[in-house]
């Protein structure tokens, strides 16, 4: 007999999902606050927060394609969670920026975003993970309805900008990051058919539009 989750395995997984993304963030943080972190505790923490967040993104998109390939449907109920907490370690990841390495300079803060285009993108990224969380509960999914689901398909172009973000920051070897550009590349081919449908479904919104007023041009 084939092997099949059920609520409490779910339940179970849940609880490993939450030790497993806690208990690394709650400790690189006491290592800083005991100077433990090497000779640059931002930098250290900067890349930690960073990675960590884009590695629980890519988990959360993981998430529908392996509950499809092992036909387990009730593994979809974890893909908000790591959501989460991907949201999580990007806002720890932009706290940390603006606390430490600005020193709450506000004035400064609009001038990186707007100088420097992997904090703009990065900066870009955490507004779309931002939206997403606020709207990832039952409550506002029954509120939207149908423009839930457009919302949250901005998931993909929030990818790809951490992606962006990742590869312009680094200045040297760009090897890990290329890493990652492949396998977010790898989870959006995963929903090459959504995509298109979209970008099908979106041009012809657009062509509607343009027919319908004679002045859009």
């Not at 779910?10 to 000779?39: E, R």
């Not at 920051?169 to 058919?193: G, N």
Request: charged fraction near 15%.
């Amino acid at each position: 007999m084939a092997f099949r989750l059920n609520s409490k395995h779910i339940i179970v997984l849940k609880t490993v999902i939450h030790l497993a993304a806690l208990m690394p963030l709650i400790y690189t943080f006491y290592l800083a606050s005991i100077d433990q972190l090497g000779a640059d505790p931002v930098k250290a923490l900067l890349y930690f927060s960073g990675i960590s967040a884009f590695n629980l993104l890519l988990l959360s998109l993981l998430v529908s394609p392996l509950a499809k390939k092992l036909r387990q449907g009730l593994l979809i109920n974890v893909r908000r969670l790591l959501g989460l907490y991907a949201f999580t370690y990007a806002l720890s990841h932009f706290l940390v920026y603006i606390l430490f390495e600005l020193q709450l300079n506000w004035g400064l803060l609009l001038s990186e975003i707007i100088k420097r285009p992997y904090i703009t993108v990065g900066f870009a990224a955490l507004l779309i993970l931002t939206a997403l969380t606020l709207t990832s509960t039952r409550a506002a999914q029954r509120k939207l309805k149908n423009k839930w689901q457009k919302l949250h398909n901005w998931v993909y172009l929030a990818v790809l900008l951490v992606a962006l973000h990742f590869i312009w920051s680094v200045k040297s070897d760009i090897t890990e990051p290329l890493i990652y550009w492949a396998m977010a590349l790898i989870l959006l081919a995963q929903r090459k058919t959504k995509l298109q449908q979209w970008w099908q479904k979106r041009a012809k919104n657009k062509q509607n539009k343009q027919t319908s007023d004679p002045f859009s041009n």
